[in-house]
């Protein structure tokens, strides 16, 4: 599968799943942190329901 394909389902996800519509912050070190936090909380989702359903 090609890559480019793979992550588009991921922003496709955050942006109409989560409601992530644009980026709020100003400069390149604050948009890297909201991407990073953004990232981060939607991996943790993601580990949160795997681990979910590995329980039942």
Excluded: C, P
């Excluded at 890559?3 to 400069?27: C, L, N, P």
């Excluded at 948009?31 to 590995?54: A, D, I, P, Q």
Aim: aromatic share 14%.
């Amino acid at each position: 599968m090609n890559r480019s394909i793979q992550a588009e389902g991921t922003f496709g996800v955050m942006k109409y799943d989560r409601w992530y519509k644009k980026i709020v912050r100003r400069g390149i070190d604050s948009v890297r942190l909201e991407l990073f936090l953004v990232s981060t909380g939607f991996n943790l989702y993601k580990y949160h329901n795997k681990k979910k359903r590995m329980i039942q």
